[in-house]
């Protein structure tokens, strides 16, 4: 009774939940899939007005920096702040071993706050840290004391001026190295390095997780051929643009941020919890943010949540605004979360259909998804087995650095890559031919499509082929090895695919309002992170309302407004928010259209429809007024007592678009796919990597704003070719300290590191999101980099599965290192 309860409930506010069919929608698509529409945010960007986080100046501000472990493990001994509490221009000082902060830890996890998931506290913050402690676990950790003064100049040399005694601890930053018996242990009270991935929440327990679908060992025994490698990939991190800061001020017991981070409500949670202020007394804005990445996607995290606090605190002791700073070296402050050792047992049968594969997957700091996730979702392979070890290590705090997905792309790329290449045969062929659905083939996906409403259409051979062609893949590809240049480099091709992601989860509120001149907003928080959401949420809006583009617009997104939109990740947010601006409009055009028959004599609501800045009689189009004149007394308040006054137009909307994890559950399997090709060229005297061109297929279902699908296509491309052959973090073996914790040692993409990129949008309308369309953002940048390895073994005919592929890599692999 109470689940049925909760669902009248849902449907009471939102008009319903997801729904399983496909979208039979019949809105005329005027804005929808136009090209050449003017980017809602591009004027701000382009002209340099754009205001960012970091932008923010209140009167009388404060600026603040936090003490910094200069070592992978350490304890702080003894800590004299006399000298900078002395210093001229500092204001405010939080310690350690103040009450305020004493032992106390950073609270909840990406979930949110502790008293809304209990069973999550501490979700990939596992073991517990505190906001500012006297112990470190990596370096660059916040520590020990927070200073806030008239300036960050005086801020910085105010740290300098703390003595700090430091007790060196011995660390350890391989994950394999710290699961053996003679690692040091590195968290106080325990007796491993091994963490278990199914109980972040409860450190005691230290255990492998353990994933299986089918009989493994009957599906080896099923097989023609046995394949066994190992890979490995080593931690990269975002390197977003505008560093860590926030921005705080107190008004009484009131408390304004300004926050740099793409979950801006779940950072209001958890500062609300741990400082103990009601949300009401709360505000968290969020301006444009100058790259996140994946990088800003967990407030719960020590750049995000502990620095809220520590601001918070100083300005509280300061009585004045405080904005706190990290440099560009205490940005590198943790990684992508696929710090990976992967070992491979696969069977497969003479034709390229794989009957069995087995991961064990070594994670260094925190695990994000198992490797073996994809093969369930996306392929007939019937016997699966997955090992998945966490270890503890000296490294910062991992999250999902554009994808948690990583490494199940990754996975599936060699695993698929490997089977064709140690059977001979083409992996296009081998990826058609192992297509399918928790271990069923695509008879099962053909059947869930015609009850559904879905067209019959085969998305990843749509895809395949219009790849193939593109890349002239039936004329180029070749045997391993096999094909020198004119130049004397080796050429090489290769080809990976995997489903969409994701139009099945997300949840999300916002409002439309029709303004008394007959424009249009939308209202809703959301950081903006670069990838031009509000284009396409605007062009929903119009299509829905029968209005036009230029007509819509979004009330400023960064206020803290009451509604809040899905945070930008897991490429969920078109799907999401697309649906949930959707149903605000559709309601506000029916609060729209009953007003106006008022206006019309004889006329009913549903005898009315729009058309551009009018509205018109279905049955006889000539009568028609103009919606301003409609709606200009339908206004939210007057300064004086009227009788002519109407209630105004505002419609809001919930939308749950599906939980994380449970897209099976509910009964919806991913039905888009993507294929990617790469062509490279490897000289075999430098060992250097070229790649010439690239060519990314992305069935997106429908859409909505084909310039921001290819604009993360570009983008996704040199990202992830970055990232398979350049981008890598370096540790000091003895003090664990990072080495090229800058964007000068730290390698970096741009778009003139790789040749030609071709993006191609396919549009099958198999996506379970609003007019059948599917997510994009991530997908291209977590694809991209596996292929770097297969490019280059089909060029050199040598196995190089240690990502990033460096120069000195492919020398060792062809004897000349």
Known sequence: MAAEAAGEYQKLQTGGKYQVEADVSTTRLNEIGKRGIRRWDGYDKASGQAMYTRDVQLPGMLYARVLMSPYGRATIKSMD????????????????????????????????????????????????????GDQTYYAQQPCGVAVAADSEDIAIEA???????WEQLPCVLDQEEALKPDAPVLRPGATSNLLNPTALHDPTKREPLKIEQGDIEKGFREADKIIEFK??????????AECSNVVVRWRGDNLEMWVHEQQPYHAKMLISEWMKIPMNKLSVHTLYQGCGFGGKGNPANNSENGQNILAALLAKKSGRPVKLLYDRRAEFFGESGDIMSIYFKVGAKSDGTITAVQIKNIFGVTQQTSGIDHFMENTRVPNLFCEVLMADVSKGPAWWHRCEQLPNTMCLTLVFDHVANALGLDPTEVALKNDGYEGSDMTHLLKYKREHGFPDTDSLKECVNAGKKAIGWDEKWHQPGTKRLPNGRMHGMAFSWTHEWDDVRGTTSAAVMIENDGTVSIIGQQSDIGVNPWTAYCQIVADELGMLYEDVSIKPFSLDSGFALMSPDGSCNLCSNGEVVRKAAQKAKKMLLELAAQHFEGVKAEELDVNGREIYVKAAPEKRKPIIEIVAKA???????????????????????????????????????????IEVEVDTETGGVEVTKVVNVNDVGKAISPET????????????????????????????????????????????????????????????????????????ATVTPALIGPAVYNAVGKWIDDYPITPDKVLQALGKA
């Open 81 to 132: 702040t006399s000298k900078a509490e002395a210093l001229q221009g500092v204001r405010a000082i939080v310690r350690y071993d103040d009450p305020e902060v004493k032992g106390r830890r950073l609270n909840g996890s990406y979930f949110g706050p502790e008293w809304l998931c209990p069973n999550e506290a501490g979700f990939v913050l596992k073991p517990e840290r505190p906001v500012l």
């Open 159 to 165: 740290l300098s001026l703390i003595d700090v005694e």
């Open 231 to 240: 890979a490995r990939r080593n931690a990269h991190t975002w390197a977003g």
């Open 635 to 677: 206004m939210p308040m007057y300064d004086s007592v009227v009788l002519w006054a109407e209630p105004p137009i505002i419609a809001w909307a919930w939308h749950c678009q599906g939980i994380w994890g449970q897209a099976i559950e509910t009964n919806r399997p991913r039905l888009c796919r993507q294929a990617h090709f």
């Open 709 to 780: 699908v290819e604009g993360q296509q570009y983008g996704g491309t040199y990202m992830g070719i970055g990232r398979g052959l350049y981008e890598e973090m370096v540790w000091d073996e003895e003090t664990g300290d990072l080495l090229n914790g800058d964007l000068l040692n730290y390698k970096v993409a741009t778009l003139l590191d790789c040749g030609p990129i071709e993006a191609i949008i396919e549009e099958t309308g198999l996506g379970h999101g609003p007019y059948r369309t599917c997510g994009v953002a991530e997908d291209i």
